[in-house]
């Protein structure tokens, strides 16, 4: 057993049949399973913008950062994910640098604006005159913005495709908590961890969603399109304290009661993105952790 010794908090993606997982000094691994059964490991390693410039790593910015990187991160894995499930050219990327850009500025707009701009829209043409307090008016729009994703998430849980994503999700974190856990790693090992874990991307959605409508609520409830505008201009803030809240809340997850109490919502969340893995599934998960451990950890989680 690694007793004693300094453990990094890795995270990752679940992909099309596969796994990324990442370290904080920029190693990551993403494992994808092919369609003839065997497993392909791709490393990378480059070093993150808040440690190649570290003012961008001060509290909030890095938030801004991280958020952005990874989005542009994502689609890449995706896509190479895709390509590779589908034997295109070899597992290699094929989209250019330009329709990388293409594909995370429409993932924005859209996200945005289904998530943060349409349930101000909405809220138009509902009768609020008897809701005079800007703060309510606020938290309703925090409340259709979260029936949003949870529409959204529940309706793409139906596509079989997206439910094997939701396994490989789960694999995931089942895998980082064994890692956590100071266990081999082992399919033995993984299968007995949840599949819900408090450092998720869900539940950095779901903070998005709660510190907007607090952050929104701070500028009264001004006209339509002030509001729309506000809601475009203070999203990279938003997210930049939403990751800060997350990093605290994943640090003291187990630890302090009014943490985990905060913490439970975002984990409901999860299971609806996430889904039972099979052994095969977590073998592909371990080999993405393997893939950016240190060499002296390498030989441990075997």
């Known amino acids: 057993m690694a007793t004693g010794r300094k453990y990094t908090a890795y995270g990752g993606q679940a992909v099309i049949e596969g796994v990324m997982m990442k370290g904080s000094e920029g190693q990551m691994a993403v494992a994808c399973r092919r369609s003839n059964g065997d497993i392909v490991v791709k490393y990378e390693n480059q070093l993150p913008l808040t440690k190649k410039y570290p003012f961008l790593g001060l ?18 894995v995706l896509n190479y994910s895709a390509e590779l499930y589908g034997e295109g050219v070899d597992g290699e990327e094929s989209l250019k640098d330009w329709q990388m850009i293409l594909a995370v500025i429409l993932a924005l707009v859209l996200g945005v604006g289904i998530f943060m701009v349409l349930p101000t829209v909405v809220l138009r043409f509902l009768p ?37 994503v939701f396994q490989y999700h789960g694999a995931e974190h089942k895998t980082i908590y064994c890692y956590e856990a100071k266990e081999p790693l082992t399919v033995e090992n993984v299968r007995k961890y949840s599949t819900l874990h408090p450092r998720c991307g869900t539940n950095f959605l779901f903070i998005v969603m709660v510190v907007a409508s607090l952050f929104f609520s701070l500028f009264g409830w001004p006209n339509l399109f002030v509001r729309v505008l506000s809601r475009l201009l203070l999203m990279p803030l938003v997210a930049g304290i939403s990751y800060e809240v997350l990093r605290y809340m994943g640090k003291h997850a187990g630890e302090n009661r009014i943490v985990d109490f905060f913490t439970k919502p975002g984990l409901w969340l999860q299971k609806l993105t996430t889904r039972e893995p099979d052994d095969s599934q977590m073998e592909v998960a371990i080999r993405a952790l393997q893939g950016v451990l240190p060499p002296e950890e390498v030989s441990i989680h075997v």
């Open 128 to 164: 609020l005159q008897q809701i005079q307090s800007s703060l309510l008016r606020n938290l309703l729009e925090g409340v259709i913005r979260i029936l949003f994703f949870l529409a959204y998430v529940t309706s793409v849980s139906y596509v079989e495709d997206i439910r094997r």
């Open 59 to 76: 509290p909030i910015l890095r938030g801004m950062v991280s958020f952005i990187d990874s989005l542009v991160g994502g689609v890449k």
